[in-house]
């Protein structure tokens, strides 16, 4: 079942192009090229836009992708990874700037407006008694009266419901689907707007009672008077581990999909009865290291899943707000995606056509 997917680049060792990122100063060229100091300026531009085309993995040392996971996954403090990333900081610019260049560029990414109008998006609450008693999330259909749909619950990562996650809810949305999305944070607040304050707000969570409000939401989803009574579930790294631990949970859960989730415990597998679909990044130790276990748990209760792992690409490949997207892998895992959930949750295999998006 699983498989190597022929995609994705390596990444190189390269830090001359994030020095010109500290000056921030760019100016307009016809043709995307390298990114160099400005003083031999030939800056790139997203294509039919004014903005710089965005950095790529490849544009920074290994290291620094490995210590900017650890950072967003609090392994290290934002201290530590300045100290730890300084000696690979190229001349004329600084650790903090290498930061600065890792960190979600939402609004160049966005791909689908709040206020589309091909969609009905709102913020609704659900009731959530064994977990924080009540809770809040990112509701988004296709407007008008397009009938009955599929469900899909999309699951954040350790940030709780930024603007990107926003995006993938009406990404999705206009694939024909009834989604929705909770915030973890609503019960401290909700998602604060600054990344930083968001995962420090994260490490406050009680996990139990946050697990119990993505079981309450997803039944909540299940039961929309819009839905078709199929459930999916999509998650993005914290998000990914949440998918796996609902199809441990819900028996009501109909497809799962994990983008760089870590795996439950093997003895959980049993319970599964959804069919999965799990993305891996190569270069991720952390989540890679608990797959095996599990896949091999998966296979001996003989669960229906499909896993692929995607070559060159880092943890996060899939979220195009940061240099670690890699498009061609991103592209080809959502739709592995749209494949997967259209098979498993509507009666014909084909959605009803909205528009073409993409993860």
Not at 186 to 192: D, N, Q, T
Not at 200 to 226: M, N
Request: overall charge neutral; charged content about 25%; aromatic content about 10%.
């Amino acid at each position: 079942m699983g498989e190597n997917d022929e995609t994705g680049t390596c990444a190189e060792s390269l830090t001359a192009p994030v020095s010109a990122l500290a000056a921030l100063q760019w100016e307009p060229y016809a043709k995307p090229t390298m990114m160099v100091p400005k003083e031999q300026s030939v800056p790139r531009y997203y294509p039919g836009s004014n903005s710089p085309v965005r950095l790529t993995a490849a544009d920074f040392q290994p290291e620094v992708l490995r210590l900017f996971d650890e950072y967003v996954h609090d392994v290290i403090d934002r201290r530590g990874f300045l100290e730890r990333a300084a000696k690979f900081a190229a001349v004329g610019t600084s650790a903090a700037a290498l930061l600065e260049a890792l960190n979600p560029k939402f609004a160049q990414a966005q791909q689908v407006q709040s206020n589309d109008a091909r969609l009905e998006s709102e913020f609704v609450e659900f009731n959530s008694p064994k977990g924080y008693g009540k809770g809040r999330g990112y509701l988004s259909r296709p407007a008008g009266s397009p009938g009955i749909l599929p469900t899909v619950l999309v699951i954040h990562e350790n940030r709780g419901l930024n603007p990107h996650i926003e995006d993938i809810v009406r990404r999705l949305a206009l694939e024909s689907f009834v989604v929705f999305a909770p915030d973890a944070l609503f019960a401290l607040g909700g998602y604060p707007g600054d990344e930083d304050k968001a995962r420090e707000l994260f490490g406050k969570l009680d996990q139990e009672k946050t697990r119990e409000d993505f079981i309450s939401a997803a039944l909540f989803l299940k039961h929309h008077p819009q839905g078709n009574a199929k459930l999916g579930a999509v998650g993005f790294c914290w998000g990914g581990g949440v998918v796996h631990f609902l199809a441990t949970r819900l028996k009501e859960l109909d497809a799962g999909v994990s983008f760089y989730g870590m795996s439950p415990a093997p003895a959980e597998a049993r319970k599964v009865k959804a069919a999965l679909l799990v993305h891996l990044a190569e270069h991720d130790d952390r989540i890679n290291a608990a797959w095996p276990p599990y896949e091999a748990a998966l296979k001996a209760a003989r669960i229906r899943f499909d896993v692929h792992t995607y070559p060159g690409t880092q943890h996060g490949f899939n979220n195009d707000t940061t240099p670690r997207y890699d498009a061609a892998a991103a592209k080809l895992a959502w739709n592995r995606t749209l494949e997967h959930l259209n098979r498993s949750l509507r009666r014909h295999s084909q959605p009803p056509h909205m528009a073409t998006t993409s993860g």
